[in-house]
């Protein structure tokens, strides 16, 4: 493993008229990590994997993948590279053994290297038994290893992937975060969009959080979980109880302001000491501040992304902001794009 980054980036900028997509980001991805780009819609995640696929013109700022200049050697760039967006890019009317197959002969394989390549990988992500099917009757999860396998036809030492679990369920998203740690097994260093908190914290080695463009932390998912605290204390306070008492009472015990999931509705305690839970408890019930539930429970990074930003991870889904307008065009041709190049 080389000690050379697999992406270095400094001061990258992404204008789109008056907006500003991505604003000074800096970035430094290891070898043979799995490297989390966290962020809501329209943070800067997409525009910033673009950037760095020669998707995208770079506005301002430099990158460089293992070495080679972004913008001055897109070419070679491309050569380093697997991109797959958020949507799977195969042709419908063609089996999956046919997709990967003119893939394979776009990018330069011969007819019978190209066919045993394409039957190596659907073996190995699990789709042999389905390779002479259409994609029209492949499931969201097959559809998306296969355009997994798309991107792995030249074995590229860098992989890009922008939200690769979006629209899966469970079982299938657990599948996939397999199949994604055994590409780093392989060799491969893997970079990762993703508004998910709990793939972040499953994946990644480290995390960058991007939000409306800036990178506010990067570091280990523990290391940036340790700055809200050593452990939480989650609070479900009783029909009929008063959250404006239970927030006072709180600051006066431990002088920290609880925070709101929206995933759980609870109130979550920064502690510093987990016996400080005790103290907490006691003054809400002399407060007659009355508890359903109640567990101390290590940081989330939905918390750690609340305590930077002020807001949730993922605090509107709606696609009219001119910032999610840009994140999100165009996603499923680029990766054609990619392919071909």
């Known amino acids: 493993m080389t000690t050379m980054p697999a992406v270095q980036a400094s001061g990258l900028v992404k204008k789109f008229g008056d907006l500003r997509a991505v604003d000074h980001i800096d970035l430094e991805v ?10 809501p819609n329209g943070a800067g995640k997409t525009t910033t994997l673009k950037m760095l696929a020669t998707l995208l013109s770079i506005d301002g700022g430099r990158a460089e993948i293992f070495g080679v200049d972004v913008a001055a ?8 590279i697997g991109v797959t967006g958020q949507y799977a890019s195969v042709d419908e009317d063609l089996s999956g053994a046919e997709n990967l197959w003119l893939f394979g002969r776009l990018q330069g394989l011969s007819s019978k290297d190209a066919r045993a390549t394409a039957r190596r990988l659907l073996d190995q992500f699990g789709l042999g038994e389905a390779a002479d099917r259409r994609i029209a009757e492949f499931s969201g999860g097959m559809r998306r290893r296969l355009d997994l396998a798309a991107s792995l036809i ?100 431990l002088g920290a302001e609880p925070a709101t999931t929206p995933e759980s509705g609870r109130l979550n305690v920064p502690l510093d000491v987990a016996d400080r839970a005790a103290d907490v408890l006691i003054a809400l019930r002399e407060a007659a501040v009355d508890i359903a539930s109640v567990s101390v429970a290590k940081p989330t990074l939905d918390e750690v992304f609340f305590a930077l930003t002020g807001h949730g991870a993922v605090p509107d889904q709606s696609p009219t902001s001119p910032a999610e307008t840009a994140e999100t065009a165009g996603t499923a041709d680029d990766h054609h794009v990619m392919e071909v190049a």
Not at 32 to 39: A, H, K, P, S, T
Not at 73 to 80: D, F, I, T
Not at 241 to 253: G, L, M, N, Q
Request: aromatic share 4%.
């Open 154 to 253: 030249t074995r590229p030492p860098l992989i890009f992937l922008d939200e690769p679990t979006t629209g899966l369920d469970p079982r299938t998203r657990g599948q996939m975060w397999d199949t994604i740690r055994g590409l780093v097994d392989d060799g491969c260093t893997v970079l990762l969009t993703t508004q998910y908190l709990d793939e972040a914290d499953q994946l990644a080695d480290r995390v960058c959080v991007i939000d409306q463009g800036r990178k506010v932390a990067e570091g280990t998912p523990d290391a940036l979980k340790s700055q809200v605290g050593d452990s939480t204390l989650q609070l479900e306070l009783a029909p009929g109880a008063d959250p404006v008492r239970a927030r006072e009472v709180v600051w006066r015990v």
């Open 30 to 39: 290891r070898t043979g990590e799995i490297f989390g780009v966290l962020g």
């Open 73 to 80: 050697e897109a070419h070679r760039v491309r050569q380093l």
